[in-house]
């Protein structure tokens, strides 16, 4: 904790001078990663490629200092940011005070998710875990279904509240209009590097790449062209740019619909949080909350529920330790590369690959869960299973597992918390588990 609180340090002091002193780029970087990864495994020259997408991408979403919203969306997708509230949180920082708004994200995301939201900040390959990566639209912690986007009000809570054991950190200077905009940033953002990475992964699957010359992506210079052949050829290849960028849209638009739902069992105890569960146990209700501790811990480490696979026996997150999150796998094993053989993996890294780091099954001991703690946070985070990490969903079976069993595994789970806990929550005896 004492190595984190060091690299929050450095990272908001960086981020200080980062801000005041690095300009905005007219134009948003290049995915190199998910192109030459191609090149690099299939041998496609993707230079084209990328320049076609690109192109694609400005035309739709403009610049880091002019973004913009698609055009001709319906009304419902059209309403899924403010052009208003992207301009806020875009462009260069201005000063504190200034009657001219933007800026917020550079000065308060920029400097760990970089310009793009690659994760690949001035400071995002210093810190562990990386910043997120917001271009395969994957997120963590949400109360959305596994394969589903966040809410607002997922994204809104994770930029006020800051995300614990990580370098995301509360920002108290944000109002609720800051907040508002930064989640449309972030959308904006995940939205347009999403379809460029649909882009380039159709122009690999569709095209002939290898042909003299290439077939295109999208033939750019009959763009402005009103009739005749070229007109109707590039007509059909914008209809394969629009086609995802709306189903994108669209999957943003659901996410309110896909809320994993949580009612609180009546039946078995449930502590709101880590004090609630010490004083708990300590009370007349010990009996039957120490009783479903024991089922949880039955299930944890069962082969049926496999928890103890990645977390131990003891939960102390010394498990299964060699595995790698789906950032990493997208450009190292879903191509056949090795994610340990840094040496071929150099030219990606030269590209902004950050290094392949393993992934850390949490460490119940020391009572941090970064996707909150609450009894109805946990509860989603087992039932989804966690978005872009080896972290399934749960799979239930009749009579041996099932879904009130969740409650016991949270028990279990808050039983093995030894951090630090006030003596005033427990009363004069403190209660040590």
């Known amino acids: 904790m004492k190595r984190l609180a060091l690299i929050v340090g450095m990272v908001a002091s960086i981020s200080t001078l980062v801000?005041?002193?690095q300009e905005i780029p007219d134009t948003f970087e290049t995915n190199l990663v998910q192109s030459h990864k191609y090149a690099m495994t299939k041998g496609l020259p993707m230079d084209q490629v990328a320049k076609d997408s690109n192109w694609a991408l400005q035309r739709l979403f403009g610049t880091p200092n002019e973004p913009?919203?698609?055009?001709?969306l319906d009304e419902e997708l059209a309403s899924l940011i403010s052009l208003e509230r992207l301009k806020r949180a875009a462009g260069p920082i201005q000063p504190e005070g200034s009657e001219v708004a933007g800026g917020l994200y550079r000065r308060h995301c920029a400097t760990c998710h970089g310009e793009s939201g690659s994760g690949r900040g001035p400071t995002g390959a210093i810190l562990n875990p990386y910043p997120r990566d917001y271009r395969m639209?994957?997120?963590?912690?949400?109360?959305?279904?596994?394969?589903?986007?966040?809410?607002?009000?997922?994204l809104a809570k994770l930029i006020r509240n800051g995300i614990k054991g990580t370098a995301m950190v509360p920002i108290p200077a944000l109002t609720d209009e800051d907040v508002q905009s930064l989640v449309d940033y972030v959308i904006y953002l995940s939205w347009r590097g999403e379809l460029e990475r649909i882009l380039i992964?159709?122009?690999?699957?569709?095209?002939?790449?290898?042909?003299?010359?290439?077939?295109?992506?999208?033939?750019?210079?009959y763009s402005s062209v009103t009739d005749g052949e070229n007109a109707e050829m590039f007509k059909e290849q914008w209809e394969y740019v629009i086609e995802p960028m709306e189903e994108i849209g669209l999957e943003w638009l659901e996410a309110s619909d896909d809320v994993t739902e949580v009612e609180l069992p009546t039946d078995i105890p449930m502590p709101k949080d880590r004090a609630a569960f010490v004083a708990m146990l300590a009370s007349e209700k010990g009996?039957?909350?120490?009783a479903s501790v024991d089922r949880g811990r039955e299930l944890f480490?069962?082969?049926?529920?496999?928890?103890a696979k990645c977390h131990g026996k003891e939960g102390k997150g010394d498990g299964q330790t060699n595995d790698f999150d789906d950032w990493t796998k997208d450009w190292t094993a879903k191509v056949?590369?090795?994610?340990?053989?840094?040496?071929?993996?150099?030219?990606?890294?030269?590209r902004g690959a950050l290094p392949p780091v393993n992934i850390q099954p949490r460490n119940f001991a020391e009572g941090v869960f970064r996707g909150g703690s609450a009894p109805e946070d946990l509860y989603r985070r087992i039932i989804n299973g966690i978005a872009g990490t080896p972290m399934p969903a749960a799979t239930f079976v009749d009579g041996k597992f099932e879904r009130d069993d969740v409650w016991h595994l949270i028990n279990f789970i808050r039983s093995l918390d030894k951090s630090e806990l006030p003596t005033e929550v427990v009363g004069e005896q403190p209660v040590t588990l």
Not at 68 to 72: A, F, K, L, Y
């Open 201 to 221: 992964d159709t122009a690999v699957m569709d095209l002939d790449l290898e042909a003299d010359p290439p077939e295109r992506l999208l033939d750019t210079e």
């Open 68 to 72: 913009r919203i698609p055009e001709g």
């Open 137 to 154: 639209g994957v997120f963590k912690f949400k109360s959305t279904s596994r394969s589903g986007k966040p809410t607002r009000d997922d």
């Open 301 to 307: 480490g069962s082969e049926l529920v496999g928890c």
């Open 336 to 350: 056949g590369l090795d994610p340990k053989d840094t040496a071929a993996l150099t030219p990606l890294l030269a």
């Open 19 to 21: 801000g005041c002193q």
């Open 287 to 290: 009996a039957e909350l120490q």
